[in-house]
């Protein structure tokens, strides 16, 4: 079935430095991908998407490219605040089901 | 607008007890959504309503896990005879409608304890 695979954290990072979180993905299809965040203390929110290949979903800074030649959905911000910790999901959407990956906490330091 | 809102946010039960977990969608969506998320992991899907009918319970881990929808709002995830291993946050999520199309908003979750 289909399955996302994301980098594994805890990242810790100092402020103003770069962000990359990798994702791959296994699909049968060609499903949507997304990245959601979770805040301290909130629920999940949907930070940026992507519905077809080549595609640049971006928000708050953040940018990933669907590029179906390697699978990937790679997460990226050139410079990060303290403002982005929080734990960041890779996920696919096949018609209504979403599949995530297991999570990648990132802690930025002032 | 007020968004997905899910009772209790806390529940702590013992080894066999029988839950209920609430999800109030925002108004007007006409599908839902439960996931779980364990601890370290990624939300998984669970089951899938449209309206009050569930469309897709293929991600329910066995037949202690029921969820209904009865008036089209309102669901509830119910576990009986509940096992450490159900411990996890649930998350209920909804979207105007189901597909690619439209995005699911999720609620703040349940977190479930069984001691």
């Keep these: 079935g289909d399955s996302v695979t994301q980098m594994e954290g805890p990242v810790t990072l ?14 049968t299809g060609y499903p949507s ?14 930070l940026l998407k992507a519905t077809k290949a080549d595609d640049k979903g971006s928000n708050k800074g953040f940018e990933a490219t669907y590029r179906k ?5 790679h ?16 996920a696919l959407r096949d018609d209504y089901k979403l599949s995530f990956g297991a999570g990648t906490t990132v802690t930025v330091r002032a | 607008g007020a968004g997905v809102s899910q009772t209790p946010s806390n529940k702590v039960t013992e080894k066999g007890k029988y839950v209920e977990l609430r999800c109030d969608p925002i108004s007007g969506h006409t599908a ?3 996931y ?13 309503f449209q309206g009050t009918g569930a469309a897709d319970d293929s991600g ?6 029921f969820a209904v929808r009865p008036e089209g709002s309102v669901s509830t995830l119910k576990i009986q005879r509940t096992e450490r291993g159900d411990s996890a946050v649930y998350l209920c999520a909804s ?9 699911q908003f999720f609620g703040p979750g349940t977190r479930l304890t069984v001691l």
């Design chain 1, 14 to 27: 100092s402020e103003e430095a770069c962000l990359t979180i990798n994702c791959t993905y296994t699909a």
């Design chain 2, 60 to 65: 329910l881990p066995n037949d202690r896990f």
């Design chain 1, 33 to 46: 991908l997304f990245w959601y965040v979770q805040y301290p203390g909130e629920g999940l929110q949907l």
């Design chain 1, 69 to 73: 030649e390697t699978t990937s959905f």
């Design chain 2, 95 to 103: 979207s105007p409608l189901a597909g690619e199309l439209y995005e």
């Design chain 2, 36 to 48: 779980r998320q364990s601890l370290g992991q990624g939300p998984e899907f669970l089951i899938y």
């Design chain 2, 32 to 34: 839902l959504y439960w």
């Design chain 1, 75 to 90: 997460l990226e911000k050139g410079s990060v605040q303290v403002s982005d910790s929080a734990v960041y999901f890779c």
